[in-house]
């Protein structure tokens, strides 16, 4: 992580849900500054009874359903891919492309319930999200799709968001609406959301189609890159992460009174896996491994990430490394690395602090 990036992830650690103020935020074009009550969103496509749903109907007219998750970029920890395993295209996200938030909002299953869309007849649909307010870098507009099943899931918890821990969705986080697919790459996450299509096809969207998508090893350019992006899924559920966020690459640390280092950092679970269930931190290469503690939170913490942290004995000098890896409930174990891809996007390698001065 850059100094600026452990800065801020030693802040957003202070508190279990992370502040506004402190949050993240990742664009594709400018910001749009919408009415709530003039804004409206659109549902249509392949269901029965289309809609036209104001904000207010959306605070009104549906139960409000709260979901507590982590919020993560694709590319959260590119700059470790390009400098451990081989250079990327794409902005250089260090380790801090995510928070963690109270959601709240209606679910997305009982809108389109009321638009008439059922679980027997949604068998090979996507749900895809529009957002036209704003011209993307791109593309005219921004999207993304997911399957539907996913979304008909009360389990999944996916809501149409108007408030972030407890007050309205600034600007920057969408406002007045977008929604949250717990467990699924942010960049599916649409903001400002105006528009909701059940159709038979993923969303047509660049950013759905031509990006965020974990290419083959052989596409290691634009131009041989091409061939890929039609035949390689959309990247969707997030892996099994964890980050050392303290101390940061290239510290030095004076060790405690006792002789041991203090690491701290968060994980994240696969997808719908969590919560994470154990975090371990080796001082040695991965030969030996410390359980660390997972900080206590009286929240469900199967969508959201967990702090962790653990003192351990390391020998004093220079050039030394902290690794982390995560596991969660559904089984998943982090690895030492994952796959390269031109995009730079899912890595989940172990956490890492490196170049540490120990004294």
Same mark, same amino acid.
């Given at each position: 992580?850059?100094?600026?990036?452990?800065?801020?992830?030693?802040?957003?650690?202070?508190?279990?849900?992370?502040?506004? #103020?402190?949050?993240?935020?990742? #664009?594709?074009?400018?910001?749009?500054?919408?009415? $709530?009550?003039?804004?409206?969103?659109?549902?249509?496509?392949?269901?029965?009874?289309?809609?036209?749903?104001?904000?207010?109907?959306?605070?009104?007219?549906?139960?409000?359903?709260?979901?507590?998750?982590?919020?993560? %970029?694709?590319?959260?920890?590119?700059?470790?891919?390009?400098?451990?395993?081989?250079? *990327? !295209?794409?902005?250089?996200?260090?380790?801090?492309?995510?928070?963690?938030?109270?959601?709240?909002?209606? =679910?997305?299953?009982?809108?389109?319930? =009321?638009?008439?869309?059922?679980?027997?007849? %949604?068998? &090979?649909?996507?749900?895809?999200?529009? %957002?036209?307010?704003?011209? %993307? +870098? !791109?593309?005219?507009?921004?999207?993304?799709?997911?399957?539907? !099943?996913?979304?008909?899931?009360?389990?999944?918890?996916?809501?149409?968001?108007?408030?972030?821990?407890?007050?309205?969705?600034?600007? #920057?986080?969408?406002?007045?609406?977008?929604?949250?697919?717990?467990?699924?790459?942010?960049?599916?996450?649409?903001?400002?959301?105006?528009?909701?299509? *059940?159709?038979?096809?993923?969303?047509?969207?660049?950013? +759905? =189609?031509?990006?965020?998508?974990?290419?083959?090893?052989?596409?290691?350019?634009? $131009?041989?890159?091409?061939?890929?992006?039609?035949?390689?899924?959309?990247?969707?559920?997030?892996?099994? #992460?964890?980050?050392?966020?303290?101390?940061?690459?290239?510290?030095?640390?004076?060790?405690?009174?006792?002789?041991?280092? !203090?690491?701290? &950092?968060?994980? /994240?679970?696969?997808?719908?896996?969590?919560? *994470?269930?154990?975090?371990?931190?080796?001082?040695?290469? &991965?030969?030996?491994?410390?359980? $660390?503690?997972?900080?206590?939170?009286?929240?469900?913490?199967?969508?959201?990430?967990?702090?962790?942290? /653990?003192?351990?004995?390391?020998?004093?000098?220079?050039?030394?490394?902290?690794?982390?890896?995560?596991?969660?409930?559904?089984?998943? *174990?982090?690895?030492?690395?994952?796959?390269?891809?031109?995009?730079? /996007?899912?890595?989940?390698?172990?956490?890492?602090? =490196?170049?540490?001065?120990?004294?």
């Amino acid at each position: 992580m850059y100094t600026s990036e452990i800065m801020m992830y030693d802040a957003k650690r202070q508190s279990f849900f992370t502040p506004e #103020n402190i949050s993240y935020d990742r #664009n594709h074009g400018p910001i749009p500054h919408l009415a $709530a009550d003039t804004h409206t969103v659109q549902i249509d496509g392949q269901v029965p009874n289309p809609l036209s749903l104001s904000v207010h109907q959306l605070q009104t007219d549906f139960p409000q359903h709260e979901v507590n998750c982590a919020l993560e %970029c694709a590319g959260n920890r590119r700059h470790t891919m390009r400098t451990l395993l081989k250079e *990327v !295209e794409g902005i250089d996200w260090g380790d801090a492309a995510v928070m963690n938030c109270t959601w709240k909002g209606p =679910r997305l299953r009982d809108v389109l319930h =009321r638009a008439g869309l059922t679980q027997d007849s %949604c068998q &090979g649909l996507y749900v895809a999200f529009s %957002c036209y307010a704003v011209q %993307c +870098q !791109e593309d005219d507009w921004f999207g993304s799709s997911v399957e539907v !099943e996913r979304c008909l899931d009360e389990d999944m918890d996916v809501i149409l968001a108007l408030e972030m821990n407890g007050s309205p969705l600034t600007p #920057n986080h969408g406002y007045p609406v977008r929604v949250v697919l717990p467990g699924v790459a942010g960049a599916r996450w649409v903001k400002w959301l105006d528009r909701i299509t *059940v159709q038979d096809t993923e969303s047509s969207n660049f950013y +759905q =189609r031509h990006d965020y998508k974990v290419l083959p090893p052989e596409a290691v350019d634009s $131009a041989s890159a091409e061939p890929f992006w039609d035949r390689t899924p959309a990247m969707c559920d997030m892996p099994i #992460n964890s980050v050392v966020g303290v101390p940061g690459d290239g510290d030095t640390v004076h060790l405690s009174g006792s002789g041991t280092l !203090e690491v701290k &950092g968060y994980a /994240v679970p696969h997808g719908a896996d969590g919560p *994470v269930t154990r975090v371990q931190v080796s001082v040695d290469g &991965g030969q030996a491994w410390t359980d $660390a503690e997972i900080e206590g939170s009286s929240v469900e913490r199967k969508w959201c990430w967990v702090l962790w942290r /653990v003192r351990v004995r390391v020998e004093r000098g220079a050039g030394k490394e902290v690794l982390s890896r995560a596991f969660d409930r559904g089984g998943n *174990v982090q690895q030492e690395h994952s796959q390269w891809n031109l995009r730079g /996007v899912g890595y989940n390698g172990y956490g890492r602090a =490196r170049d540490l001065t120990i004294i």
